[in-house]
């Protein structure tokens, strides 16, 4: 006879879970009809509806260690079937906010970031330190509005009265902005190193039966590789998962989008950053990154398209959150706070730019303290927010398909309305 197993509850665990977007999960009655019509979970012990009942049940333990919840696309199907709206798609994207959140200390920021009262202090701390800098340098340059022009002999800018608007000049990049985001990422990427360590020691934990036998284990090289061109670049898993609906199209769209708009903003960075202390040392390089840009500046012409790219990216993912039908698929101030940040950093950029160039100090210098103050929320905040999915879910993919645990191939689902 088998050995009886102590199930032990976590009660406050579903308490949580329910408030961070799983709050339907007691209507589950244990159908199936999620795991079947999920397009790419494994046929082997599929999700998502053994989530459900372990959520049910409050198995943390199981939960929390669970790789599953990471193969999942949050395409929402199985959300749109569940005869008992128990939105199952909506607690598989809970679970992972609890693992970004609660991944790493300080757990307090992910805290914050579920909240609107904690906002004060998410924007606080940027705020004071940006507002501190321009109250010094302003006292330096007798003005909190400067003007600049170019000495070619002090080879830096100096103020003059019938100059242009510089944001370095305001607020100098070698003393301000370069070393508090280069701390900022330092930071951020020893709290991944440290989150992506964790998650994979939960991993390890995971019971056999979980991992399915198939074609020889990848290297981690190939790992990589696959969850790079499958996942990341090409995002072609996610399109073949649920992209039926205008909604799912529309979603689609704006993360990949998005995701290329970042990646061109990142190379505009890298190049100012490189071109400008690699340029003290090889003096060529220098004027490649060289700030404020001509328009017709190549590196320019990325930037502004990367923030296109931005624009867009956000219309579409917001456009399809507040279409979406509240008794499929649900969207917490956690979901809304990045889309926030991100929207405000495109906003500011694009009308930092356009003052700049239209020449008007009192307006284009506090909406570029307002971009600070964003990109500073976005990145410094970055391994506790949903982005953190960038790097946790990456890894955790990667980890997958080391064990062997990768989605079946995507099945083909027909949905005929009656
Ligand atoms: S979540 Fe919905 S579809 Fe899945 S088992 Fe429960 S009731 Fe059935
Ligand atoms: S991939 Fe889509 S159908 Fe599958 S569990 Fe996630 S949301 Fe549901």
Same mark, same amino acid.
Not at 55 to 73: E, M, S, T, Y
Not at 111 to 119: A, R, T, V
Not at 275 to 293: C, D, E, Q, Y
Not at 313 to 322: A, N, S
């Given at each position: 006879?088998?050995?009886?197993?102590?199930?032990?509850?976590?009660?406050?665990?579903?308490?949580?879970?329910?408030?961070?977007?799983?709050?339907?999960?007691?209507?589950?009655?244990?159908?199936?009809?999620?795991?079947?019509?999920?397009?790419?979970?494994?046929?082997?012990?599929?999700?998502?509806?053994?989530?459900?009942?372990?959520?049910?049940?409050?198995?943390?333990?199981?939960?929390?260690?669970?790789?599953?919840?990471?193969?999942?696309?949050?395409?929402?199907?199985?959300?749109?079937?569940?005869?008992?709206?128990?939105?199952?798609?909506?607690?598989?994207?809970?679970?992972?906010?609890?693992?970004?959140?609660?991944?790493?200390?300080?757990?307090?920021?992910?805290?914050?970031?579920?909240?609107?009262?904690?906002?004060? *202090? $998410?924007?606080?701390?940027?705020?004071? /330190?940006?507002?501190?800098?321009? #109250?010094?340098?302003? =006292?330096?340059? !007798?003005?909190?509005?400067?003007?600049?022009?170019?000495?070619?002999?002090?080879?830096?800018?100096?103020?003059?009265?019938?100059?242009?608007?510089?944001?370095?000049?305001?607020?100098?990049?070698?003393?301000?902005?370069?070393?508090?985001?280069?701390?900022?990422?330092?930071?951020?990427?020893?709290?991944?190193?440290?989150?992506?360590?964790?998650?994979?020691?939960?991993?390890?934990?995971?019971?056999?039966?979980?991992?399915?036998?198939?074609?020889?284990?990848?290297?981690?090289?190939?790992?990589?590789?696959?969850?790079?061109?499958?996942?990341?670049?090409?995002?072609?898993?996610?399109?073949?998962?649920?992209?039926?609906?205008?909604?799912?199209?529309?979603?689609?769209?704006?993360?990949? *989008? $998005?995701?290329?708009?970042?990646?061109? /903003?990142?190379?505009?960075?890298? #190049?100012?950053?490189? =071109?400008?202390? !690699?340029?003290?040392?090889?003096?060529?390089?220098?004027?490649?990154?060289?700030?404020?840009?001509?328009?017709?500046?190549?590196?320019?012409?990325?930037?502004?398209?990367?923030?296109?790219?931005?624009?867009?990216?956000?219309?579409?993912?917001?456009?399809?959150?507040?279409?979406?039908?509240?008794?499929?698929?649900?969207?917490?101030?956690?979901?809304?706070?990045?889309?926030?940040?991100?929207?405000?950093?495109?906003?500011?950029?694009?009308?930092?730019?356009?003052?700049?160039?239209?020449?008007?100090?009192?307006?284009?210098?506090?909406?570029?303290?307002?971009?600070?103050?964003?990109?500073?929320?976005?990145?410094?905040?970055?391994?506790?927010?949903?982005?953190?999915?960038?790097?946790?879910?990456?890894?955790?993919?990667?980890?997958?398909?080391?064990?062997?645990?990768?989605?079946?191939?995507?099945?083909?689902?027909?949905?005929?309305?009656?």
């Amino acid at each position: 006879m088998e050995k009886a197993v102590r199930i032990q509850p976590d009660l406050q665990f579903v308490k949580d879970l329910q408030e961070v977007g799983g709050e339907a999960l007691k209507r589950c009655y244990q159908c199936a009809t999620c795991s079947v019509v999920c397009p790419i979970s494994p046929a082997e012990n599929p999700y998502p509806r053994k989530e459900m009942v372990w959520a049910q049940w409050g198995l943390k333990d199981r939960l929390v260690n669970d790789i599953d919840i990471w193969l999942c696309h949050n395409c929402g199907t199985c959300s749109d079937m569940c005869p008992r709206g128990a939105k199952p798609g909506d607690l598989l994207s809970a679970l992972r906010n609890m693992a970004y959140r609660n991944l790493v200390e300080p757990v307090a920021i992910g805290k914050w970031m579920s909240s609107s009262s904690y906002l004060p *202090i $998410l924007a606080g701390i940027p705020a004071l /330190l940006y507002l501190f800098i321009w #109250i010094i340098r302003a =006292s330096q340059l !007798g003005s909190f509005f400067p003007l600049f022009t170019w000495d070619e002999h002090a080879h830096a800018f100096v103020t003059d009265p019938n100059g242009v608007v510089v944001y370095g000049g305001l607020f100098p990049g070698d003393f301000t902005i370069d070393p508090i985001f280069g701390l900022v990422a330092l930071l951020v990427a020893f709290v991944f190193f440290r989150g992506v360590v964790k998650l994979f020691k939960s991993f390890e934990t995971l019971p056999k039966t979980f991992v399915v036998a198939g074609a020889p284990k990848p290297t981690w090289i190939e790992a990589v590789k696959g969850v790079i061109l499958d996942e990341v670049a090409t995002h072609v898993k996610w399109k073949k998962c649920g992209y039926s609906t205008a909604a799912d199209e529309q979603k689609f769209k704006g993360h990949f *989008i $998005l995701f290329y708009g970042f990646i061109a /903003l990142a190379i505009v960075t890298s #190049i100012v950053a490189v =071109s400008h202390w !690699g340029g003290k040392v090889v003096s060529f390089i220098a004027p490649l990154g060289h700030t404020p840009m001509e328009l017709w500046n190549p590196v320019k012409v990325l930037a502004n398209v990367g923030a296109l790219m931005l624009l867009y990216g956000l219309t579409q993912l917001t456009k399809r959150r507040l279409n979406q039908d509240p008794t499929k698929q649900g969207s917490s101030f956690y979901d809304w706070y990045l889309l926030g940040v991100i929207w405000f950093i495109a906003l500011t950029g694009i009308f930092a730019e356009l003052l700049r160039l239209a020449n008007v100090p009192v307006l284009a210098y506090p909406i570029y303290y307002f971009h600070l103050i964003c990109v500073f929320m976005l990145f410094a905040y970055l391994p506790w927010s949903k982005l953190g999915h960038l790097v946790y879910r990456t890894a955790a993919l990667v980890y997958a398909r080391r064990l062997g645990r990768v989605a079946v191939e995507p099945k083909e689902i027909k949905i005929f309305k009656l």
